[in-house]
């Protein structure tokens, strides 16, 4: 069994509306120092097999055909073999 930890974000060219309601929102707390916030997604997915590259290439396949928007947003990520 694998974990894959898959984490999305957009662009670095696309507006970021949500992140900049949460950096106003920081600035608002107290929070000054904050330059930037980025809001993305994070996705935990459990896979039963036990060969990791057939894993990486599932979870590859399922973020460029559902969980990810390659024209506005990019993703990475982890897997970790789990009992």
Same mark, same amino acid.
């Given at each position: 069994?694998?974990?894959?930890?898959?984490?999305? #974000?957009?662009?670095?060219?696309? =507006?970021?509306?949500?992140?900049?309601?949460?950096? &106003?929102?920081?600035?608002?707390? &107290?929070? #000054?120092?904050?330059?930037?916030?980025?809001?993305?997604?994070?996705?935990?997915?459990?896979?039963?097999?036990?060969?990791? #590259?057939?894993? =990486?290439?599932?979870?590859?396949?399922?973020?460029?055909?559902?969980?990810? =928007?390659?024209?506005?947003?990019?993703?990475?990520?982890?897997?970790?073999?789990?009992?």
């Amino acid at each position: 069994m694998h974990l894959a930890k898959v984490y999305i #974000t957009l662009k670095p060219t696309v =507006n970021d509306p949500q992140g900049l309601t949460i950096k &106003g929102a920081l600035h608002n707390l &107290g929070f #000054t120092s904050v330059e930037d916030v980025r809001a993305g997604k994070y996705i935990e997915i459990r896979i039963e097999d036990s060969d990791p #590259t057939k894993v =990486n290439e599932q979870v590859n396949e399922m973020c460029h055909k559902l969980l990810a =928007n390659p024209v506005i947003e990019s993703y990475g990520f982890e897997l970790e073999r789990i009992q």
